[in-house]
């Protein structure tokens, strides 16, 4: 059943290894809808091919927003979105946004023990997290919206969901 009114989307955020999915296993086991990102562009076929050097994909925005927004219309009330690129999801949905952060050396190291990475992705990623790239491109694409950052590098997934859910009153 298509739901009367938009979905309030919270979207996660920010730089590879720094505890987005993480978050979202915690927020799924309270019983929250959660989107990953990623998942949802592969599942979907919402990629032009694959930037072999970058070891990433290359995203069909246009066709992710389209598909995205009507995908939403049959989600919950709220809905967390979670992703390093979620500044592609449909802005009129989006109501406020987390930007996970970490600092690079702890960031580095999850990254070596996680993370089938070369050194090259490493130090790329790392690299982004010190450039602030998540936290600017959402700031860039929802100007209007609220923005918070939490630091996961002393704060466990589930330290970082109560204050998610005490900054959104869920
Ligand atoms: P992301 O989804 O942002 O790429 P992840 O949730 O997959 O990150 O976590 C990457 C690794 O870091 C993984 O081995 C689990 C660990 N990790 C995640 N959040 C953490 C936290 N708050 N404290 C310590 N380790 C964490």
Redesign the pocket.
């Known amino acids: 059943m298509i739901e009367q009114s938009l979905p309030r989307v919270i979207l996660i955020t920010?730089?590879?290894?720094?505890?987005?999915?993480?978050?979202?296993?915690s927020l799924k086991k309270r019983g929250f809808t959660i989107l990953n990102l990623n998942d949802f562009i592969i599942n979907n076929g919402l990629y032009f091919g694959f930037d072999y050097p970058r070891g990433s994909v290359i995203i069909d925005d246009i066709k992710l927003q389209e598909i995205l927004f009507n995908e939403l219309l049959y989600y919950p009330k709220i809905v967390f979105i979670?992703g390093?690129t979620s500044e592609l999801v449909p802005n009129d949905f989006v109501d406020s946004i987390f930007v996970?952060r970490?600092n690079p050396g702890?960031l580095r190291e999850?990254?070596k023990?996680?993370?089938d990475y070369s050194n090259e992705k490493i130090a790329e990623n790392i690299q982004a997290e010190i450039m602030e790239e998540c936290l600017l491109s959402v700031k860039r694409a929802f100007p209007s919206k609220p923005i918070y950052e939490i630091d996961?590098?002393?704060?466990?997934?589930e330290?970082?969901v109560n204050k998610i859910l005490f900054r959104m009153q869920l």
């Open positions: 920010g730089t590879p290894g720094v505890g987005k999915t993480s978050v979202g296993l979670e390093h996970i970490c702890i999850r990254l023990l996680s993370r996961s590098t002393n704060n466990t997934p330290m970082i």
